[in-house]
T-cell receptor, first 114, second 106 residues
Framework: NAGVTQTPKFRVLKTGQSMTLLCAQDMNHEYMYWYRQDPGMGLRLIHYSVGEGTTAKGEVPDGYNVSRLKKQNFLLGLESAAPSQTSVYFC?????????????FGPGTRLTVT | GIQVEQSPPDLILQEGANSTLRCNFSDSVNNLQWFHQNPWGQLINLFYIPSGTKQNGRLSATTVATERYSLLYISSSQTTDSGVYFCAVEDDKIIFGKGTRLHILP
């Protein structure tokens, strides 16, 4: 089992460019999450999904969109990147429950917006 | 909103030492988890512990929900325990603390 994988691992964007981050899990988990981590901070939830075809906003959703067309994949999109979106992005999945089950994390994507 | 405070912010210990990390939260919560982020950035779930005590090898955790705190105990520290330890709570929102940075010296 690969667990949770993220693509790409690193990316540099210019302000205004768009990109999509891909998260994939092979554990048949229902819940998937996207977080961002800024220097010296804990994680902040951007969006999450409670199952295939569903998405919901987390604490910092502005400037991001998500889609969960397949159960194993959760995509995070930036339509018009801004320097404030420079961060490390982590994807996670859990078997069930919003935060009531163990979360498994991907290795992260380091995004720099210049 | 709910506040999550972790202490101490930084901790340097010699290999073999024991340590206690604390997480205080300002209101009642539905769930609580502890995570370890290693020096390479990988996040690992340590405990799901909304109340009570759990143990996993050299690590154990206790949450006293009525008093709004949780403790993470690390015994016989090893250099591989280095990294940042995060506490996170859920009260409809998922809120992470800023973490305790632990450095274990060989």
């Amino acid at each position: 089992n690969a667990g949770v994988t993220q693509t790409p691992k690193f990316r540099v964007l210019k302000t205004g460019q768009s990109m999509t981050l891909l998260c994939a899990q092979d554990m048949n988990h229902e819940y998937m999450y996207w977080y961002r981590q800024d220097p010296g901070m804990g994680l902040r939830l951007i969006h999450y999904s409670v199952g295939e075809g569903t998405t919901a906003k987390g604490e910092v959703p502005d400037g991001y969109n998500v889609s969960r067309l397949k159960k194993q994949n959760f995509l995070l999109g930036l339509e018009s990147a801004a320097p404030s979106q420079t961060s490390v992005y982590f994807c996670a999945s859990s078997q069930q429950g919003y935060f009531s089950y163990e979360q498994y994390f991907g290795p992260g994507t380091r995004l720099t917006v210049t | 909103g709910i506040q999550v405070e972790q202490s101490p912010p930084d901790l340097i210990l010699q290999e073999g030492a024991n340590s206690t990390l604390r997480c205080n939260f300002s209101d009642s919560v539905n769930n609580l988890q502890w995570f370890h982020q290693n020096p390479w950035g990988q996040l690992i779930n340590l405990f799901y512990i909304p109340s009570g005590t759990k143990q996993n090898g050299r690590l154990s955790a206790t949450t006293v929900a009525t008093e709004r705190y949780s403790l993470l105990y690390i015994s016989s520290s090893q250099t591989t325990d280095s990294g940042v330890y995060f506490c996170a709570v859920e009260d409809d929102k998922i809120i992470f603390g800023k973490g305790t940075r632990l450095h274990i010296l060989p």
